[in-house]
């Protein structure tokens, strides 16, 4: 919105947010202004010290800012990055963060709570100042008391804020008393928040013009042809109740999260064994080691988080795991290229070269519920750590439907019988798309046979 108001960004891209030919989800270095790619978290502090060694040999006088968010802090890398800046005396740099109390599901403090921020960052030797984050004066006296007061080292100005703040609907402060769950972090608002929000926005806007001697705002209307969102059964949510009903089986099942409560579908774990729930919050390499410790005392934990954050992140660790030879499930949402909302920050396409070839790892990946069902049992029961693959796309029709049948280790299913070629693929979106070309192609006079092979790295050769 900032880029679009200087007139550094083109407004339209914005009604095409998270679609082709629109805006990506998170920052990325494609649009217009964005010097970095985001989504994946904790490495700003870092870069930012890049810069500014590159600034220093390149002969150039520079400031650079980095914002973070208080939940983002959770990210080891971020207190890593501190003591080195402080060591090389760099006063070019600031770090604002946004400190609102909440992080993608729920309170910070009932997360991993930060703490004495104030300690910590004047512990590695930065300067430290607060305001408040939504008075831009209060900003601008605390960039003009960094600049005096700290010239020679990095400072860090904690900025209070309330997310969501200046609009009620959407203000962390309108949140019930109780609830647990600010619910306008990621997603689409209803219509009645959209609408309730609208209302709201404008007011405030139109009593400023008023307040100056201007008219109102102007409303124009866009027609967007957009597809519907479709209905119908997403593996992870289906997973989420499925395990809810095994750890009732058995004891050993331990559910671990990383501040992905509602997009790995774990609310109802969460809610039926609080004491077996470990909300490990934005900090994936704790959690993997977290989970061979709990696998060592005889346990059975379950990883969550996004595929793109879960295979890449703790890679050594998983291999760590793996290589003691305790058994850890690994649980990927969001899994492949699709869907691609918050843009490639959050595709997962690496995943299973990167975990296919873990020792005592097998890579294993659901089409439908029924199969997700024996791929969940699998899990309970093997002595290997295993990659569960899921993706979120809805499962498509032809296949919700499928009928349980056992699940073997290397082998297939085969969906579809012919007689000239034979195409081997996994999960609902792949398997759609090879039954439709198989369609295509009979018309052309030609047979595919397709087969649903669930296991990525196992394959049986007899």
């Given at each position: 919105?900032?880029?679009?108001?200087?007139?550094?960004?083109?407004?339209?891209?914005?009604?095409?947010?998270?679609?082709?030919?629109?805006?990506?989800?998170?920052p990325?270095?494609?649009?217009?202004?964005?010097?970095?790619?985001?989504?994946?978290?904790?490495?700003?502090?870092?870069?930012?010290?890049?810069?500014?060694?590159?600034?220093?040999?390149?002969?150039?006088?520079?400031?650079?800012?980095?914002?973070?968010?208080?939940?983002?802090?959770?990210?080891?890398?971020?207190?890593?990055?501190?003591?080195?800046?402080?060591?090389?005396?760099?006063?070019?740099?600031?770090?604002?963060?946004?400190?609102?109390?909440?992080?993608?599901?729920?309170?910070?403090?009932?997360?991993?709570?930060?703490?004495?921020?104030?300690?910590?960052?004047?512990?590695?030797?930065?300067?430290?100042?607060?305001?408040?984050?939504?008075?831009?004066?209060?900003?601008?006296?605390?960039?003009?008391?960094?600049?005096?007061?700290?010239p020679?080292?990095?400072?860090?100005?904690?900025?209070?804020?309330?997310?969501?703040?200046?609009?009620?609907?959407?203000?962390?402060?309108?949140?019930?008393?109780g609830?647990?769950?600010?619910?306008?972090?990621?997603?689409?608002?209803?219509?009645?928040?959209?609408?309730?929000?609208?209302?709201?926005?404008?007011?405030?806007?139109?009593?400023?013009?008023?307040?100056?001697?201007?008219?109102?705002?102007?409303?124009?209307?866009?027609?967007?042809?957009l597809?519907?969102?479709?209905?119908?059964?997403?593996?992870?949510?289906?997973?989420?109740?499925?395990?809810t009903?095994?750890?009732?089986?058995?004891?050993?099942?331990?559910?671990?999260?990383?501040?992905?409560?509602?997009?790995?579908?774990?609310?109802?774990?969460?809610?039926a064994?609080?004491?077996?729930?470990?909300?490990?919050?934005?900090?994936?390499?704790?959690?993997?080691?977290m989970?061979?410790?709990?696998?060592?005392?005889?346990?059975?934990?379950?990883?969550?988080?996004?595929?793109?954050?879960?295979?890449?992140?703790?890679?050594?660790?998983?291999?760590?795991?793996?290589?003691?030879?305790?058994?850890v499930?690994y649980?990927?949402?969001?899994?492949?290229?699709?869907?691609?909302?918050?843009?490639?920050?959050?595709?997962?396409?690496?995943?299973?070269?990167?975990?296919?070839?873990?020792?005592?790892?097998?890579?294993?990946?659901?089409?439908?519920?029924?199969?997700?069902?024996?791929?969940l049992?699998?899990?309970?029961?093997?002595?290997d750590?295993?990659?569960?693959?899921?993706?979120?796309?809805?499962?498509?029709?032809?296949?919700?439907?499928?009928?349980?049948?056992?699940?073997?280790?290397?082998?297939?299913?085969?969906?579809?019988?012919?007689?000239?070629?034979?195409?081997?693929?996994?999960?609902?979106?792949?398997?759609?798309?090879?039954?439709?070309?198989?369609?295509?192609?009979?018309?052309?006079?030609?047979?595919?046979?397709?087969?649903?092979?669930?296991?990525?790295?196992r394959?049986?050769?007899?």
């Amino acid at each position: 919105a900032a880029m679009i108001a200087l007139g550094r960004l083109d407004e339209d891209g914005l009604h095409r947010l998270r679609r082709l030919g629109g805006l990506p989800g998170h920052p990325d270095v494609g649009t217009p202004g964005m010097p970095f790619n985001t989504g994946s978290l904790g490495m700003g502090i870092s870069k930012a010290k890049g810069l500014v060694l590159a600034h220093r040999l390149a002969g150039r006088t520079s400031r650079v800012v980095v914002m973070t968010g208080d939940g983002e802090l959770q990210e080891g890398q971020n207190w890593e990055a501190l003591p080195s800046a402080a060591r090389y005396g760099m006063g070019e740099l600031t770090v604002v963060v946004d400190h609102n109390r909440l992080q993608s599901d729920t309170y910070v403090t009932d997360v991993s709570d930060l703490g004495d921020l104030t300690g910590k960052f004047t512990a590695a030797g930065w300067g430290v100042l607060h305001c408040d984050g939504h008075d831009p004066r209060q900003l601008e006296k605390a960039f003009a008391q960094r600049a005096e007061e700290h010239p020679d080292r990095p400072v860090v100005i904690v900025a209070d804020t309330v997310k969501g703040g200046g609009c009620p609907t959407f203000a962390a402060t309108s949140m019930a008393p109780g609830e647990w769950r600010y619910r306008h972090h990621s997603g689409a608002p209803s219509p009645e928040d959209h609408d309730a929000a609208y209302r709201e926005l404008t007011a405030t806007a139109d009593e400023i013009l008023r307040r100056h001697g201007q008219p109102p705002l102007a409303p124009e209307t866009l027609t967007l042809d957009l597809p519907a969102k479709p209905s119908g059964v997403r593996l992870p949510e289906l997973y989420g109740r499925l395990l809810t009903e095994a750890a009732h089986e058995d004891p050993r099942i331990v559910a671990l999260d990383g501040d992905l409560l509602l997009d790995t579908g774990l609310i109802p774990f969460r809610d039926a064994h609080p004491d077996r729930f470990v909300e490990c919050g934005i900090a994936e390499q704790d959690m993997v080691s977290m989970a061979g410790g709990l696998a060592a005392g005889g346990l059975r934990p379950f990883v969550h988080s996004f595929s793109c954050f879960l295979h890449a992140r703790p890679n050594e660790h998983i291999y760590n795991n793996a290589t003691e030879r305790r058994p850890v499930v690994y649980v990927g949402s969001l899994a492949g290229l699709l869907p691609a909302g918050p843009g490639h920050s959050h595709q997962a396409v690496r995943d299973v070269s990167a975990l296919g070839s873990v020792p005592g790892l097998t890579v294993l990946e659901p089409s439908h519920p029924a199969q997700l069902d024996a791929a969940l049992r699998y899990c309970r029961t093997t002595p290997d750590s295993v990659y569960l693959r899921l993706s979120s796309q809805v499962v498509p029709a032809e296949l919700a439907e499928l009928p349980p049948a056992p699940l073997v280790p290397g082998r297939g299913h085969v969906l579809r019988a012919g007689r000239d070629a034979v195409a081997f693929g996994a999960g609902p979106v792949v398997l759609a798309q090879l039954l439709g070309a198989a369609g295509i192609l009979a018309a052309q006079g030609v047979e595919l046979t397709v087969v649903d092979l669930p296991w990525h790295n196992r394959i049986d050769p007899t």
